[in-house]
Structure formats: C-alpha cells, structure tokens
C-alpha cells in the first residue's frame, strides 16, 4: 500500500472531537492498529483538539492524516488559526506530587507527549500546527 | 457514556461503560460533585470503560481528594491501556485500583 494523506475541517466546538476520533478511526482500520495505539491517538485528538476549542479562538480546525503504510505510523497534522499558543512550550507538571498538591490542569499535553513517539509545534503564519506521530503497531 | 449508579447507606458505586473524555466527564462530575456528603465507600467499576483522557482523570483527582477526608476510593476492572495513562501520569500513585 503507498503513503496517503487524508483531511478533514471541522467547526470549533467540542462535539466534534467525536466526528475527528470517527474519521482517524476509519480511516486507519485497513491498517488493523493496535487497540492500545487506536485508543492513544483518540486521546491525542481529545487532548488538541478540545484545547483548540477552549483557547485558541479560532473558527474551525483542520485535520491533517498521513499514514506511512511501510512503516504503519500515522501522522495527523492539527492546523488551527487562532492566537499563536505553543502548547509544548510548558514545563511538564510534577507527576510526583499527593493528591492534595495536585493541579488540576496541564496534564492533556503532557499526556499527549507521553503516549505519542513524536510531537511537534511550529507557527505557519497566522496558522498553528501542532503535530503527533504514532506506530499502529 | 453509560454510568450506572448505587447508592447504600454510606457506600457509592459507580460503573462507567464507553469513553471518558472531554464530552463525558461533565456527566461523571455532575454524577459527584456535591453528593459525596456521607459516603465513606466510593467504587468505580472501569469493567466496560475503554478510554481515559485528562478530563476524566481531573474529575477522578477531585474524587480522590474528596474522598482522602472522608473515607476511601477504590476503582477496580481496570483495563491496560487505562493503567498505562494511570502511570505515565503519576496517578497509579493517587489513585488506589485494585
């Protein structure tokens, strides 16, 4: 099978994070992923996408999915075209800390970088482009 | 998401089926907060739960924290793909699953 890209825009509001999991689902079951893999990217894409929606301002976000089918990783590219946020710009809570210390908040992202094999921010003009790459292994 | 909910004397439990994410956790918080006065014994069963992600460990936190004054929290049939968001977290070391 070759490489291919698909996408998908959808408008900024948090139901959405349901047609975005669907669409990657579909899309990479030819590819039978992983349960667990499956399941982290569907956290991936809760994560970004709800943080695009609570912050970012912007009217709809753009989904990008690549999948290398030599090396069975996907790619999926978030493009949002709100305030300019690098989300991986901020320190990783301290995980060691009791409940009572605990901060409610920070954990999405951080979750993001632990459970996906890449991350990566870059400004494209006015646009933000957030992307994670995963095996399906 | 499904919860199911029993309510005993001062024992609690609650099993949750499907994804709890950013949609569902509203529901799961609206399912606690503020019912926790006199429950000592709070249960979740993750038996049918598939998915976890930040939003529904932020409910599980202001649980645990509810529950470390007045009594104790368990969750229990939790699946490996759960765990695994539980330690890269840290909360496997908050939460109590047996």
Known sequence: ???????????SKFENVRTLTEFVENSLEPY??????????????????SNVVRYSGSTNLK??????ADVLTAKLTFIDEGVEYNPLSKSDPDVTLSAEDRKIGGLGVFLV???MDGVEYKRDGHKNVLTVVKKLT | MKIEKKVDASNMSLALEGRLDTMTAPLLE???QGKLDGVTNLEFNFAKLTYISSAGLRVLLAAQKIMNK????????????I?????VTGFSDILTVV
């Open chain 1, 1 to 11: 099978m070759q490489d291919w890209v698909k996408e998908i825009v959808v408008d």
């Open chain 1, 32 to 49: 039978h992923p992983s349960h667990k893999a499956l399941m982290q990217i569907g956290v991936a894409i809760d994560e970004l996408f």
């Open chain 1, 63 to 68: 989904l990008i999915l690549n999948v290398n």
């Open chain 1, 113 to 115: 970088k632990k459970i």
């Open chain 2, 30 to 32: 609206s399912e606690i």
């Open chain 2, 70 to 81: 007045q009594g104790k929290m368990i969750i229990k049939n939790v699946c490996d793909e």
């Open chain 2, 83 to 87: 765990k695994e968001i539980f330690e």
